[in-house]
C-alpha cells in the first residue's frame, strides 16, 4: 500500500495568513494527488486535483504543487471560512489518503 | 448537478453483514469514465478509502478490506451497493460514497452514520 504523511497534523494560523500543508508519499504517485477539505459533520471538498489543478469554484488563493512523493498545498491569504482539516489523496495505485491537517484559529 | 445519498441500517450487531446503498443523479454509470467509490471515517479519524466501480465494471478493492468487501451496480437504478461482512465495533464510521470522474473523487454524498454494537 502506498502510505502518505501529511504535515503537521495541526496548524495554527490567523487570518490573512500563509499556510503551507505537506503531503509525503511512500512511493512515487506522479501527479495523481488531490487535496480536500472537511468541516466537522460534513462531506470532503475537492479542492485541487493531479496535484495543482483548482477545481471549478475553488478560490484561487489555494494551490497545490509538487510532484513524484512530495506535495504541497498553499493558502495564501487565510480566510475565516478556510479552517477546517485538509486531506492529501493519492489515486496513482488504489486510493489512500493522509491523516489531515487540522486548520485552526491561533 | 450531480448528487448521491447513502442509505442503509444505522446499528449493526458485531459479525453482522452491513449493506449499504448510493443513490446518485446527474451522472450515468453507462457513461464512458464514470465511476462510485465508497469511504469511511471512523468517528475523529481520518479517510479511509474501501472500493471502487467503474462503467464498465471494472471493480477495486482496499487491499487490507478485500476479502470483507463486496461492491456492484445497477446502472438503470443508479444505484451502487457496498457489502461488508463480519461487521465489527472498529468498523463504526461514517460512510461516503462519491463519484469518480477522470479517476478523481469530485463529489461526495453527506454519509451515513454506521454503528457496531451489540
Known amino acids: 500500500d502506498i502510505q502518505m504523511t501529511q504535515s503537521p497534523s495541526t496548524l495554527s494560523a490567523s487570518v490573512g495568513d500563509r499556510v503551507t500543508i505537506t503531503c509525503r508519499a511512500s512511493?512515487?504517485?506522479?501527479?495523481?494527488l488531490a487535496w480536500y477539505q472537511q468541516k466537522p459533520g460534513k462531506a470532503p471538498k475537492l479542492l485541487i486535483y493531479?496535484?495543482?489543478t483548482l477545481q471549478n469554484g475553488v478560490p484561487s488563493r489555494f494551490s497545490g504543487s509538487g510532484s513524484g512523493t512530495e506535495f504541497t498545498l498553499t493558502i495564501s491569504n487565510l480566510q475565516p471560512d478556510d479552517f477546517a482539516t485538509y486531506y492529501c489523496h493519492q489515486y496513482d495505485t488504489y486510493r489512500t489518503f493522509g491523516q489531515g491537517t487540522k486548520v485552526e484559529v491561533k | 448537478q450531480i448528487t448521491l445519498k447513502e442509505s442503509g441500517p444505522t446499528l449493526v450487531e458485531p459479525t453482522q453483514t452491513l449493506t449499504l446503498t448510493c443513490t446518485f443523479s446527474?451522472?450515468?454509470?453507462?457513461?464512458?469514465?464514470?465511476?462510485v467509490a465508497w469511504i469511511r471515517q471512523p468517528p475523529g479519524k481520518a479517510l479511509d478509502w474501501l472500493a471502487l466501480?467503474?462503467?464498465?465494471?471494472?471493480?477495486r478493492y482496499s487491499p487490507s478490506l478485500k476479502s470483507r468487501l463486496t461492491i456492484t451496480k445497477d446502472t438503470p437504478k443508479n444505484q451502487v451497493v457496498l457489502t461488508v461482512t463480519n461487521m465489527d465495533p472498529v468498523d463504526t464510521a461514517t460512510y461516503h460514497c462519491?463519484?469518480?470522474?477522470?479517476?478523481?473523487?469530485?463529489?461526495w454524498g453527506q454519509g451515513t452514520l454506521v454503528t457496531v454494537s451489540s
Open positions: 462519491a463519484h469518480i470522474s477522470g479517476d478523481v473523487l469530485d463529489y
Open positions: 466501480i467503474y462503467w464498465d465494471d471494472d471493480k
Open positions: 512511493q512515487d504517485v506522479t501527479l495523481w
Open positions: 493531479k496535484a495543482s
Open positions: 446527474g451522472f450515468s454509470l453507462s457513461t464512458s469514465g464514470m465511476g
